[in-house]
Structures are given as C-alpha cells and as structure tokens.
C-alpha cells in the first residue's frame, strides 16, 4: 500500500472498521440514498465557468455532510457552484488541447471520487454507539488532508506515473468498499469520464 492511502487506512482503524481513459471505473452503489451526490463521476457540464485569473485551471469543490434519519449517513455532494473550469479548458478543438482538457478532467474527477471514498467508507463503519458529528470532522479532516496529498504527489495531475498510481489505488478501494456495502453487487464498468 502506498504512503498517501495511510489516512484512509487510519481512518478505518479509528473508526474501528473491522494518459488512458479505460483504467478507471466508477462504482455506483445499488443504495436508494447514494453517499456521493451525483452517484457518477462529474463532467465538465457541470462545472461552472470561471473567467477569473487563477493559478489553477480548474477545482473540484465537494461538501461531506450528515444526512439525519434512520438510519443517518454521511453523503459527499459535489458543488457545481464552486467547482470551476477555465473557458478555454472546456472550448478546447485542438487534439492537443483536448487530451490536456481529458487529462485535467480526470484529476478533478478523482478528487470526488476520494471524497466518495472516505465518506462510502466512514458509512460502512457508522455504528448507533458512535458520534456521528466527531467522526464527520474526522472524515472531513481526512478528505481535505488526502486531496492535499493528491494534489501534490501528482503536481495538481502534471505527472502522469504519479495520477496513473492515485488512479488505480481509488479505484481498487472503491470497488472494494463498494462490493462490501452490496455483496451482491456487479461492478460498474462506466468509464469514470468521457
């Protein structure tokens, strides 16, 4: 296991829990309330359009919240409103420009699959005993922490061994965690982007 996924390995153990398109999947739950809000990876549609002067291209903006009920969970939910692409990223024609666009889409995307990931897994191991607000911060504290490491281990997805190896290992623990919420579950096989 590599060093950027001990923080989802601590966080199962503190909360006791006994460039190429066709390499990651998104897993969809079979659940009538999904943890990850939109239960599929975004799109550059539903991305707003930024013409500010950033130093990034684009970000992913993803709240983790708890959802009260019976029984409650912690759901993931991407902002449109404050995730944002650059014009010229999305309205790109050249094959050049279009395969930075691609690349750049799937580093965000997988920002919100990280969250996904913690939160899928914090839901796993939400028990009644539990403090249900304790453990959101912790999840919280964990997501921002990991996409922090994301970011920098792949330089904001500019190196391509780096993302490829963030890519596989999210998506391993997503199939993962999600075949444990359903055992019955057949993985999803939907291109995780475009």
């Known amino acids: ?36 809000l939109p239960d599929h990876a975004p799109t550059w549609e539903e991305f707003s359009k930024s013409y500010g002067n950033y130093k990034h291209s684009a970000q992913t903006a993803v709240a983790i919240t708890l959802v009260r009920g019976m029984p409650s969970f912690f759901q993931a939910r991407f902002d449109p409103d404050q995730s944002w692409v650059q014009p010229h990223i999305v309205e790109a024609w050249h094959p050049y420009t279009q395969s930075i666009a691609n690349r750049l889409l799937r580093h965000e995307q997988l920002h919100f699959a990280i969250s996904c990931l913690l939160v899928r897994q914090a839901n796993l191991a939400l028990t009644s005993e539990d403090d249900p ?14 996409n922090r490491q994301y970011d920098k281990d792949t330089n904001h997805g500019t190196v391509p061994e780096q993302q490829a190896q963030w890519e596989q290992d999210v998506e391993e623990q997503l199939e993962e965690v999600t075949g444990l919420q359903s055992p019955n579950h ?5 291109k995780i982007w475009p």
């Open 133 to 146: 607000h304790k453990m959101l911060q912790l999840v919280r504290a964990t997501a921002q922490r990991l």
């Open 1 to 36: 296991m590599l060093h950027h996924l001990l923080p989802i390995v601590a966080l199962m153990s503190i909360i006791t829990l006994t460039g190429c398109a066709s390499n990651i999947h998104w897993q969809a739950e079979q659940q009538s309330l999904p943890a990850c």
């Open 186 to 190: 057949t993985l999803a096989t939907a």
